[in-house]
């Protein structure tokens, strides 16, 4: 519902980089034909991590960008620009439509690990400061997005990250709806985006929140089911064109979606257990916005990760808002892992991929649920149905949560 | 080293480090307005040139001073003359 005064807000471009695939075609059919993207990490084997599992990025060629470009980047900055160039493409918009005051870059992101440690070895190693180069310093910040985009893309509006664990995409998401329904910006090109070296997940590791069924890593993620022992982690970007709905049927674009609504809360309670009911405060706040009833929404895309404690607070909050009487549901970190800061923003993608491709994808790897998990309509073969009227949830460490409704239909 | 074996490493090492088109590396070429380099790029060419003939620069008013490709030739050259 756009309200009095406020600007509905229309989804016209998708881009990802992930370790389902580089482009929208190949990732529908992962998500289709449930093909994983997790991998064992032979090095992480090595180095003593507890697990070795991880996503990984294929056939990705960073040479897209000039190397004097790079410098400035860290891969996943790359892989954001490769994700928002298609996005744009996608969405008809050229240079000459973006590079004005009207267009901004709302990304999330909360952490670039690798400039930090090379910046250290450089000066470590050549006993100067001048000796680390000119790019790490651009490469080593939060915002290193949003600042690299920025001056490729010269748009000339918003453009900030924001860091909020792994809810970062889906509050970028988020905010930039809001700016767009607001008035502040015409369109918005959003996301979230990932490192996947092992650099930054060690001391993940060592929390033992990762999977250790290394045995067969496609079947390692198990979201909701009584088996999954933890989390595998992943990366990549996923970008979202967002656009006031007015101007972009203006133009003549054609709509993928249209963002409803946006919902936000904290569990002020602790740093990794959720609570029971800080998402739901977020989804009921998400589908009040949207003027849905909650009965109305045809399919959740969970942010379950295949934690026993995330995945039992996340089915009794989704208990909480629909009852007994669940949409259909899926975790698509079964076949991707947890895509972390980026999570939040794939969903989006994957989902407007399935809406535009006509299936709705399983939930794989469950088999059958425990105590805390029951009661949630979850989707165990893919579905010829295509989501019509969504809620994708994230939430992160500390307890942000992230809801956001999205109609296709 | 001759001066021409001198400039050839200093020419192809920048052309390595910043894509440059060896065409377009004359010596008159200046640096930022005809090979598009910019400020921080100066950071990084000064790495470049201690990597290619170890040594260390610490004449930063010098550096800050050069302009063209030619500056660079002649500023290398001086300094290797003045370490031997």
């Known amino acids: 519902m756009a309200g009095q005064g406020l600007h509905r807000v229309a989804i016209t471009g998708i881009g990802i980089v992930s370790c389902l695939g580089n482009d929208l075609e190949t990732v529908g059919s992962a998500l289709r034909e449930g093909r994983s993207g997790l991998v064992v990490d032979p090095e992480r084997q090595e180095l003593g991590f507890r697990s070795p599992l991880t996503g990984q990025i294929k056939d990705f060629d960073p040479k897209i960008l000039s190397r004097k470009q790079r410098k400035s980047m860290p891969d996943f900055a790359v892989w954001a620009y490769a994700s928002a160039r298609d996005a744009l493409a996608l969405a008809g918009l050229a240079d000459s439509d973006i590079q004005n005051d009207q267009t901004g870059l709302l990304y999330g992101c909360d952490s670039s690990c690798m400039a930090a440690i090379e910046q250290v070895d450089a000066l470590r190693l050549r006993g100067e400061t001048k000796g680390i180069g000119s790019g790490q310093i651009f490469r080593s910040m939060t915002s290193t997005v949003t600042m690299n985009l920025n001056t490729l893309l010269k748009t000339k509006g918003a453009c900030w990250s924001l860091s909020s664990a792994c809810s970062s995409g889906g509050h970028a998401l988020g905010q930039a709806a809001d700016l767009i329904r607001l008035g502040r910006q015409e369109r918005v090109i959003c996301g979230g985006a990932q490192e996947i070296n092992w650099q930054s997940m060690c001391s993940f590791d060592g929390l033992g929140a990762f999977s250790v069924q290394v045995d067969n890593p496609a079947t390692a993620c198990r979201p909701f089911d009584a088996d999954r022992d933890g989390l595998v982690p992943s990366g990549g970007a996923a970008t979202v064109v967002l656009e006031r709905y007015d101007l972009a049927e203006q133009r003549g674009a054609t709509i993928l979606g249209e963002f409803l609504g946006y919902g936000f809360s904290s569990d002020g309670e602790q740093l990794s257990v959720p609570s029971a009911d800080g998402l739901s405060r977020a989804m009921l706040s998400a589908i009040e916005q949207s003027g849905l009833d909650a009965s109305e929404i045809d399919y959740l895309c969970a942010h379950a990760t295949s934690t026993p404690a995330g995945d039992a607070a996340e089915a009794g909050n989704i208990r909480r808002v629909f009852g007994d009487k669940t949409p259909r549901i899926s975790a698509l970190k079964a076949l991707t892992g947890h895509e972390l800061w980026m999570s939040g923003a794939a969903q989006v993608v994957y989902t407007t991929i399935m809406a535009q491709q006509g299936f709705t994808a399983a939930s794989h790897n469950f088999n059958s649920a425990d105590e805390g998990t029951t009661g949630l309509n979850i989707l165990q073969k893919t579905d010829p149905v295509p989501p019509g009227k969504v809620l994708c949830n994230s939430a992160g460490f500390g307890g942000t949560n992230s809801s956001l409704v999205i109609s296709y239909c | ?84």
Request: charged share 35%; no cysteine.
């Open chain 2, 1 to 84: 080293m001759t001066e021409a074996e001198i400039i050839e490493l200093i020419d192809s090492s920048l052309a390595e480090e910043f894509e440059l088109d060896r065409e377009d590396m004359v010596p008159s070429a200046n640096l930022y307005t005809d090979l598009e380099l910019d400020s921080l790029d100066t950071v990084d060419m000064v790495i470049v040139l201690e990597g290619a003939f170890e040594f260390k620069i610490r004449e930063e008013e010098a550096v800050r001073a050069i302009r063209t490709l030619e500056d660079i030739h002649r500023f290398v050259i001086t300094k290797i003359e003045q370490n031997n």
